[in-house]
T-cell receptor
Framework: KAGVTQTPRYLIKTRGQQVTLSCSPI?????VSWYQQTPGQGLQFLFE???????NKGNFPGRFSGRQFSNSRSEMNVSTLELGDSALYLC??????????????FGPGTRLLVL | LAKTTQPISMDSYEGQEVNITCSHN???????ITWYQQFPSQGPRFIIQ???TKVTNEVASLFIPADRKSSTLSLPRVSLSDTAVYYC???????????FGRGTSLIVHP
C-alpha cells in the first residue's frame, strides 16, 4: 500500500505571496491532519479534515486554511506569507474512525522557504 | 501551564538500552500516548502507543505509570541506525489538539 505523499517537496516563495500544498493520504484513510514543524516551535497541529469537513483546528491565524476533497486528498493554503512561515509542513493520515487511538501516518513533508 | 516535556538530547552506545521519558502532566483522561521517530528530511514514523501500564512490540517498550502523567520509551540494544529524534504525542485534558513534545535527539555512538 502506498504511503502518504506530499507535493511539492520543496518550495521557495516571497513575503506576501500565497502557497498551496497538497497531500494524498493512504488509500482508505479518511482523516488528514496538517502540522507545521520549525526548529523554534517544534511540531504544531494546524487542522484535521475528515470526510471533507474540518473536524479540529489548532491555534494558527486565519491565513492558514485547508480543504479536503471527496477522494480524501487534502490541500492547505497559506496566504500573505510571512518570513516566520518558513517551515516543514507535514501531512498525516489515519482511518479517522477510532479517535485518539489511531496511528497517524506521516508524509515526507513540504519544505517551504519564505524570502 | 501544562506542557509536554522531554529531554532535549541523549547519548548512548551501540548495544545499550535507552530510556526516554516524557512528562505530560495534564493528559486527557481518555487519551493514548504515542511515540514517533523522525530522521532528517523525513516525516515522523510511528514506534509504539499505549494507554496505561506496559506495552511492548518488536522495536520498543512503553511504560506508563498509574497516574499517566509521564511515559517512558525503552529502546533495547540500540544500534547506529537508531540515531534520530524521538517525539511523544498526547492530548491535553479538555482539548482535542494533538500536542507533541519538543523531541529528544538520540545519538548512538559506535
Amino acid at each position: 500500500k502506498a504511503g502518504v505523499t506530499q507535493t511539492p517537496r520543496y518550495l521557495i516563495k516571497t513575503r506576501g505571496q500565497q502557497v498551496t500544498l497538497s497531500c494524498s493520504p493512504i488509500s482508505g484513510h479518511r482523516s488528514v491532519s496538517w502540522y507545521q514543524q520549525t526548529p523554534g516551535q517544534g511540531l504544531q497541529f494546524l487542522f484535521e479534515y475528515f470526510s471533507e469537513t474540518q473536524r479540529n483546528k489548532g491555534n494558527f491565524p486565519g491565513r492558514f486554511s485547508g480543504r479536503q476533497f471527496s477522494n480524501s486528498r487534502s490541500e492547505m493554503n497559506v496566504s500573505t506569507l510571512e518570513l516566520g512561515d518558513s517551515a516543514l509542513y507535514l501531512c498525516a493520515s489515519s482511518p479517522g474512525l477510532a479517535g485518539n487511538q489511531e496511528t497517524q501516518y506521516f508524509g515526507p513533508g513540504t519544505r517551504l522557504l519564505v524570502l | 501551564l501544562a506542557k509536554t516535556t522531554q529531554p532535549i538530547s541523549m547519548d548512548s552506545y551501540e548495544g545499550q538500552e535507552v530510556n526516554i521519558t516524557c512528562s505530560h502532566n495534564n493528559i486527557a483522561t481518555n487519551d493514548y500516548i504515542t511515540w514517533y521517530q523522525q530522521f532528517p528530511s523525513q516525516g515522523p514514523r510511528f514506534i509504539i502507543q499505549g494507554y496505561k501500564t506496559k506495552v511492548t512490540n518488536e522495536v520498543a517498550s512503553l511504560f506508563i505509570p498509574a497516574d499517566r502523567k509521564s511515559s517512558t520509551l525503552s529502546l533495547p540494544r540500540v544500534s547506529l541506525s537508531d540515531t534520530a529524534v524521538y517525539y511523544c504525542l498526547s492530548r491535553k485534558g479538555g482539548s482535542y489538539i494533538p500536542t507533541f513534545g519538543r523531541g529528544t535527539s538520540l545519538i548512538v555512538h559506535p
